[in-house]
């Protein structure tokens, strides 16, 4: 079985400043990760995903995650923010043979002019 | 391709009503998955769909909760009896699983989801 923890529910910044949600896992077997953003009554948007290979990922909107297996942490970031970026980011993780996806509860992400 | 959509957007109902949902994938995908979210959490795996096949069931899914797709297209999720504890935001995704790998493990976990944007339901 797996879990995720995102390790703060607000993060607030100012307008281009940097980011980053932090987001660590468990797992008893190895792992493909996901970071999803979700805007307010709408479904949720793949931002970038960890299949294998380079451990830097980078994804759509100028976000990118590292992925480090010894902490078992998979943090998302962005080196300047938008008031666009104003919205709930989803870490989720799912195992090698596996279909079921599992997803943080997720990190509010408040740019502030 | 025209997204994920689901129907309706908004239902609102008594307790004890029984409500249905609708999911349309993005055509020729053949893997359909759904999901609650509650407020102030991330979204939590119902069940999921392989064609027609319904081939995993979370224990969240009650026996008043059933979901089809029974032509592997557009799926249902319906909900009997309806309960406070029900209010909540459903989504519904969908994802192409390679032809002729749906056996190798991991071989479709690489596929990316694409979600719907949910039906939120309201128990009064």
């Known amino acids: 079985a797996q879990s995720v923890t995102q390790l703060d529910s607000q993060v607030p910044v100012f307008e281009e400043a940097p980011v980053e949600l932090r987001c660590n896992y468990s797992s008893s077997v190895s792992v493909y990760l996901f970071w999803y953003v979700q805007y307010p009554n709408q479904g949720l948007q793949l931002l970038l995903k960890?299949?294998?290979?380079?451990?830097l990922v980078k994804g759509i909107n100028g976000f990118e995650a590292e992925f480090n297996k010894s902490q078992t942490s998979f943090h998302l970031r962005k080196p300047s923010v938008h008031i666009s970026d104003t919205a709930e980011y989803f870490c989720?993780?799912?195992?090698?043979?596996?279909?079921?996806?599992?997803f943080g509860a997720g990190t509010r992400l408040f740019v502030k002019a | 391709d025209t997204g994920v959509s689901q129907n309706p957007r908004h239902k609102i109902t008594k307790r004890g009503q029984n409500v249905t949902f609708r999911c349309d994938p993005i055509?020729?995908?053949?893997?359909l998955y759904w999901y609650r979210q509650t407020l102030g959490q991330g979204p939590e795996f119902l069940t999921y769909f392989q064609n027609e096949a319904q081939l995993e069931k979370s224990r969240l899914l009650s026996d008043r909760f059933s979901a089809e797709r029974p032509k592997g297209s557009f799926s249902t999720l319906e909900i009997q009896r309806t309960e406070q504890g029900d209010s909540a935001m459903y989504l519904c995704a969908s994802s192409l699983d390679p032809r002729g790998l749906e056996r190798i493990e991991g071989a479709g976990a690489n596929q990316p989801q694409h979600f719907g944007d949910g039906t939120r339901l309201s128990i009064l």
């Open positions: 989720a993780v799912r195992g090698y043979g596996g279909f079921k996806t599992i």
């Open positions: 055509s020729e995908h053949n893997r």
């Open positions: 960890y299949l294998s290979g380079s451990t």
